[in-house]
């Protein structure tokens, strides 16, 4: 059995060095990694292309290569991966089809780094009040998830999905 932790939290609370010192002194073998920071939720939200997916192919190879250079360093895993969040707005194609080329730089970027699974959240309206019919948010999801197959199979990269439910008012929906 392999014992493992997410590095969310880790990510804002301390620098990566840090963190992987701190999991490997505490026995972790193997981490989740969250690639969130690569491109947060904020910025996804602005539509702004920012970060190391909206660099260069260099640029972006260079900073998945540092990841998996300290994971490495200290002796951790890269078990699974969480690509960034939201995958889709529904607000605005162009960037939607930008968000889905950050999603296969991902897929490359987890290949670098020896991570064979990546969770790819599922698209879903992110507020109740645009919530998306069944069938709809179906055939979304599908059309996503097969727009990223080809680049996870060449890359050995598994993609898995989330679930993910909504709260509203102290009830979950499911998405």
Not at 18 to 38: K, P, Q, S
Not at 61 to 76: K, P, S, V, W
Not at 101 to 130: D, K, N, Y
């Amino acid at each position: 059995m392999k014992i493992g932790l997410s590095t969310s939290e880790l990510e804002s609370l301390y620098d990566r060095n840090t963190y992987c010192r701190m999991l490997a002194e505490a026995g972790f073998e193997v981490v989740d990694a969250d690639l969130i920071h690569l491109l947060p939720p904020g910025e996804i939200g602005a539509f702004r292309r920012s970060g190391p997916l909206a660099q260069s192919d260099g640029a972006c190879a260079a900073a998945f290569q540092e990841i998996g250079e300290t994971y490495a360093r200290y002796g951790l895993e890269p078990f699974q991966a969480h690509a960034p969040f939201p995958t889709w707005t529904g607000r605005n194609e162009d960037y939607d089809e930008w968000l889905l080329t950050a999603m296969r730089r991902t897929i490359v970027g987890c290949a670098a780094i020896g991570c064979q699974r990546l969770v790819i959240h599922p698209c879903f309206a992110l507020s109740w009040e645009e919530r998306l019919r069944p069938e709809t948010e179906f055939q979304l999801n599908l059309r996503q998830y097969l727009a990223l197959a080809e680049t996870a199979k060449r890359e050995g990269v598994t993609l898995l999905l989330e679930n993910m439910f909504q709260n509203v008012r102290g009830k979950l929906y499911q998405a």
